[in-house]
Nanobody
């Protein structure tokens, strides 16, 4: 059983920055790839960024590439998402999720409850 708890969301002006964290319980965090997703009101959930178990080769949705950075600290069982140059269209509920494999398989078996990010214009 894995529990994921996101934090760090809030209200920020356009052009600002936020850093999201995802704290994972259990000993298996370091063995699996992880991802960040978001869901805006009235829209489907979409992929934001992913990272392998080792932290190598992060990958991003085109909409956030160059502005967001995903990272992880396996010693702290924590996943991060640094978000810079935020835009109003980044407003959404942000979730972290655990992949079923060490590298991305696009199959996630555990999800957090989400943290709200609101970007004002």
């Amino acid at each position: 059983q894995v529990q994921l708890v996101e934090s760090g969301g809030g209200l920020v002006q356009a052009g600002g920055s936020l850093r999201l964290s995802c704290a994972a319980s259990g000993r298996t965090f370091s063995s699996y790839a992880m991802g960040w997703f978001r869901q805006a009101a009235g829209k489907e959930r979409e992929f934001v960024a992913g990272i392998s178990w080792s932290g190598d080769s992060p990958y991003y949705a085109d909409s956030v590439k160059g502005r967001f950075t995903i990272s992880r600290d396996n010693a702290k069982n924590t996943l991060y998402l640094q978000m810079n140059s935020l835009k109003p269209e980044d407003t959404a509920l942000y979730y972290c999720a655990k992949d079923v494999r060490t590298v991305s398989s696009w199959s996630y078996d555990y999800w957090g409850q989400g943290t709200q990010v609101t970007v004002s214009s």
